[in-house]
Each structure stands twice: as structure tokens, then as C-alpha cells.
């Protein structure tokens, strides 16, 4: 009803809209989330700080919409398969539970190495962690649909009898994609395929001799 | 030399130093992190904030030298063991593995849960992501030591024949203590000594049916 009462003030709410998640994205590359503030997103989108207050409390609120609006990707940039684009999507499966998880986590390792997902995803991380109200925005919105769906693809091969019946299958997902979470946050080693492949065959087989 | 040319300034100098690190934690547990500023931490520690920007080039400089001051325990707290006190001390070797690693683990959980570790912790972490340079110095001497510890007693158990020849014992170790810290960074799931249990068991005797 809004939008027929007033077409071109709709337009131009959502081309301001659109102004201000790519004036975030863009500054987020340039400045550094630490730097990034709301007078410098209105002053690159061209609107006033209050058109920016009225439709989000903070920068990271703008952040968050413009991170879930570009499925993770910022505009022109091709987003590498992975956790972020994988809300809607089934896990792959071939029968072969092992090359299905390493195909994956390779994705995620290639999308947590990519500044299009790694800036966003990594600011809003920060944020979230001492601002519990936007971290649990940003864990529902985009870490929990890839982790359910994970867990959905453990229990299928629960279901073909490829993993034990006693494994809790959320507790297998945390325990592959938690090591990966691990170094892209912390940079504690390199992030690379070859460790995606490591986490999945130790996390397979287990760590006992036997 | 410095210290006998000037006893007493240099005692007003740690009494300052002191004053400082302590005013830093109490306000980062009345403020949370990112209302926590130089100039209130000088006001509450009685100095001006020059004295802090002598010393500190920023409030995540002063926070990780009070965290680490004291061993990852604020004033008057008795810190739950876990992973930030075993710095210096090798981890349990009781010859039970599993035990071994749970008694590990669920105390890294009641650490994780305690107020006055989880505080500046988090803090840090969230900092350290957006902040390379502190984010190295955090990895460095509060993360990568016990991590290091808990290496070398998977290796002690690969030595003694009960860890598989062919694991990467810091993989493995990452395959335990990152689920652990997916879930206290993230929030995502209650971290619990269940969780702690449930992870340790599936790390070890791996995902697949066999």
C-alpha cells in the first residue's frame, strides 16, 4: 500500500538504501572497520547521517543489512562458493561423505581467504562478540542456516550407516568447521586447503591408534 | 641503573602502572569493551591520560598488558585453571588420554564462563580481528603457549603409541580446542562440560561408523 501511494519516494528510499550498503562495503576496504563511522558512509552515499540513523541504530546494523543483502558478496565481486552462500543450499551428496566435506571446507577455505567475505564477515564477528544483540543477529542470520545444513548431511550419512550412530551430528559439524573458524579469526597458521583435508580426515578417523 | 638513579620515581612508576591496569579491568566489567575509553581509565586510576598514552598506544594495549599481568585473572579473582594458566605448566599426563583431555577441556570451560577471564578475553579477540597488530600480540602470548602444551602432550601420547602415527598433533589439538572456542566466542550453543565431553569422544574415536 505504501509503495502505490508513493512510488518515486519508494524509489528513492531504496535507491538511498542501496547507496549506503555499498558506501559501507566500499568503506570498510578503504578505511578498516575500526575507522569506518556513519558520517563517512553518508558523506560516500550521499545522504545526510540522519537518513542513515533513521533505518539503522549503528554501523554495524548497516553492515550486517549489506553483508545478508549481497548473499555475503559485495557488489562486483564474484563471491567463492562457501559457508556464506550455502543458507539455502543442500550440502553436496555423492555417496563419498569424505570428498563431500573436503570439497566444502576447501569453499570455505577459499571464501574466508577472499576480502569480499573476509572484511564484512570478519568486522562483524568483532562487533558481535562485544555487542551481544548484533552477534546474535549475525549468528542466526548467517553462521546457524550453513551449520544446520551441515548438520542435516551428517545425519543422512547417519542414516546410510557411513557415521557412528552414538555421534551427535551437531557436534561433528562444530568439530570440522570450529578448527577453520579457529585460524581464519585467530591467524594462527595459514589457512589453506591442505588443513581443510587434515581437519576432515582427523575428524573422520579420530585421533586414537587403533 | 635506571631504577637506583631514581627509586622513587620509579616506585610512583609501577604504583601508576598498577593503578592503571587495575582501574582498565574494573571498567571494562562496569562499561563492556566499547564504551570502555583512555580518558576513563584515567580518571579512575588517578593519572592523566598522558601518563596512559606514554605507556599504551591504546586502550587494547592497556587491557592486554592487565590481562596478562595477571595471568589472565583480574585482581582478587582466584581464575579458574584452564587454558590462559597453563602457559608455563605441561598439561596433565596420567597415561588416560581421554581423561587427561576432558579434565583439560571442562576446566578451559569454566574459565571460558567465568566473568573474569571471558571479559577481557573476549575483548582482546574482538579487538585482535579487526586489529592485526594487537591480534598477533594476543595470539602470541595468551593463545599460541598452551596451545604449543597441548601439542606436546598429544605427541608424548603418539610416542606412547595411543595417538595414530599419522596425525598432525597440532591439527588434533585444533580439532578439540576450536569447537570449544567457536562456541564461547560465537555463542551460538550453551558451552558446558557435556559439550567438552562430547567433543573430546568424538575427536578421538572420529565421526565414521566402523
Known sequence: MADKAAPD??????????AILDAALEL???????????????????????TIYRWWPSKAAVLLDAFTDRGASP?????????????E?????TGDLEADLKL??????????????????????AEGLVN??????????VLEPPLRQFAERLRAAQDAGQVARDIDPRVAVELVCGPLTHRWLLRTLPLTHEYADAVVETALRGILNR
Chains 1, 2 share one sequence.
Not at 31 to 40: D, K, N, V
Open 75 to 87: 557488489k562486483g565481486a564474484e563471491a567463492p562458493e562457501g559457508v556464506g552462500q550455502r543458507a
Open 132 to 141: 551481544p544483540e548484533l552477534g546474535a543477529h549475525f549468528v542466526a542470520q
Open 9 to 18: 519516494s519508494s524509489r528513492r528510499s531504496e535507491r538511498s538504501r542501496r
Open 89 to 93: 543450499a543442500a550440502l553436496p551428496d
Open 28 to 50: 570498510l576496504g578503504e578505511l578498516g572497520y575500526p575507522r569506518l563511522t556513519i558520517e563517512a558512509i553518508a558523506a560516500r552515499a550521499g545522504v545526510g547521517k540522519q
Open 104 to 125: 566444502v571446507l576447501r569453499a570455505a577455505v577459499d571464501q574466508m581467504n577472499a576480502p569480499a567475505y573476509d572484511l564484512p564477515a570478519r568486522a562483524l564477528t
